[in-house]
């Protein structure tokens, strides 16, 4: 899988993206952070998208603004940040309370950004995160922070922090393009309320991709595998 991913940078791709998933086969990646690490000191120009670290489930969340600004060190400034809110299952299985995931989101995207552009050492006292001394090393190369990148699947709630911080947003293709139409139409509404226009920078669409010689031995090659994804994982 590493070759695979170090290899599009051969092929003159703009980036490459690593995600996090737990306790099942879905993705089989439970630190995209260690494999991120591993492409920024591997590759030499490419991006490195980590979409991204469901911020609940690191307690502090201070690890993430730490981990994140090492591969941007090691990388020389190539990360994108990618802060998710985490599914359903995520939260299930590492024995969270789903009914605070968005405040404890919105008190640890403050506190990573906190990490990254205010010197230390600091003191932090939310509601759940109590942290007598914050003193962040390293902090990141880009400054005054990587580009942050949210996915979603749809939530008003996440459109709306990611118009309101001019943020990118990237669609989950969990659903069909009439449905991918309608998030963008009121992300595009959401920045509009901002006071700006969306750019087409702010906006991704995660899209499942097979390539072959032709429309049939992509099929022959790849459908199999990709309802097996769907249906059992």
């Given at each position: 899988?590493?070759d ?44 490195i ?24 060190c ?7 940040a ?34 990254w552009?205010?010197?230390g ?9 109590k ?26 709630e ?40 969306a ?35």
């Amino acid at each position: 899988y590493l070759d695979q991913l170090e290899y599009a940078e051969q092929l003159g791709f703009d980036g490459l993206g690593v995600n996090e998933h737990h306790a099942n086969a879905y993705g089989n990646m439970p630190s995209p952070n260690l494999i991120a690490s591993i492409l920024a000191r591997q590759t030499q120009r490419i991006s490195i998208a980590v979409v991204g670290n469901a911020l609940p489930l690191y307690n502090p969340p201070i690890r993430v603004a730490e981990e994140y600004a090492m591969i941007d060190c090691i990388s020389g400034g190539r990360l994108i940040a990618g802060m998710v809110v985490g599914g359903g299952p995520e939260y299930y299985s590492n024995g969270l309370n789903p009914a605070q995931a968005r405040e404890r989101v919105a008190e640890a995207l403050d506190l990573v950004l906190r990490c990254w552009t205010e010197p230390g050492p600091f003191v932090h006292m939310g509601k759940h995160y109590k942290l007598r001394y914050v003193n962040p090393w390293p902090t990141p190369v880009q400054k005054p922070h990587p580009p942050i990148c949210i996915p979603g699947a749809g939530s008003y709630e996440t459109m709306d922090l990611v118009a309101r911080r001019r943020w990118a947003y990237m669609g989950i293709p969990y659903f069909h393009k009439r449905v991918f139409k309608k998030n963008f139409d009121y992300f595009r509404e959401a920045c509009g309320r901002e006071g700006y226009a969306a750019s087409p920078e702010q906006m991704g669409w995660l899209v499942p991709v097979y390539v072959a010689e032709s429309d049939t031995r992509a099929r022959e090659e790849f459908e199999s595998h990709l309802w097996y994804f769907a249906r059992k994982l």
